[in-house]
C-alpha cells in the first residue's frame, strides 16, 4: 500500500515568529527605525527521503540588501528537513531593516518550515515526536486542563512551533 502518494509541503506561519516581521508597508518610525520586511517567501521542497510529517527552525540574518546571510537550522523534527529549509529561506527577500533612516543588518531572524505528508485519502502523516519534542533534561507532569495554563505548560516542556525562536544559540 502506497502511503506516500500524497506529499505536500507547506510553510506555515509566513508571519515570523520571533523578531516578527511587520506587515509589508511599514513605514519608518519617528526615529526612522523599522524592522526587516518579509517581501517574497520560497516554500521549502519536500525532501524524497522524508517519511513523515516535520519541521525547521531556522535562525538567520537579514544583510543591509535585505537577503537573508548565516542561514542555519537550531533544531528539526529530522535532519532530512535541514537543507531544503535552508534553501528556501536563503532564496526569502527582505526589505532591509533601518535605523535613522539607514539600511543595517538584522540579527537572529527566525521562522518555521513546515513539511505535511499525507496519504492518498489526505489524512497527515503526523512526525513520530507529533510536532512536539521534548526539552532537553524536561520530565513532563499531566497537563493542566486550564487553556492558558496548559499552553504554559506546553512551552516549558516541549519544543513547539511558538518556542522556535528561544533556540537562538
Excluded: H
Amino acid at each position: 500500500m502506497k502511503k506516500y502518494i500524497s506529499v505536500i509541503a507547506a510553510l506555515m506561519g509566513l508571519g515570523l515568529l520571533a523578531n516578527a516581521a511587520p506587515a509589508n508597508g511599514q513605514s519608518l518610525d519617528e526615529n526612522g527605525t523599522r524592522a526587516a520586511e518579509v517581501t517574497k517567501q520560497v516554500p521549502p521542497t519536500m525532501p524524497r527521503q522524508a517519511r513523515e510529517s516535520g519541521y525547521c527552525c531556522m535562525v538567520f540574518n537579514v544583510n543591509r540588501s535585505g537577503s537573508p546571510v548565516n542561514v542555519n537550522t537550531s533544531y528539526c523534527t529530522n535532519p532530512v528537513f535541514a537543507e531544503s529549509s535552508k534553501d528556501a529561506v536563503s532564496r526569502w527577500e527582505f526589505s532591509p531593516a533601518m535605523k535613522n533612516g539607514k539600511p543595517v543588518v538584522w540579527l537572529d531572524e527566525t521562522t518555521l518550515m513546515r513539511f505535511n505528508i499525507a496519504t492518498v485519502e489526505g489524512s497527515l502523516i503526523p512526525s513520530s515526536t507529533g510536532y512536539l519534542s521534548l526539552r532537553e533534561g524536561a520530565e513532563p507532569t499531566p497537563p493542566p486542563r486550564d487553556r492558558t495554563a496548559y499552553r504554559k505548560w506546553l512551552d516549558k516542556n516541549f519544543i513547539t512551533e511558538t518556542t522556535c525562536g528561544e533556540l537562538v544559540s
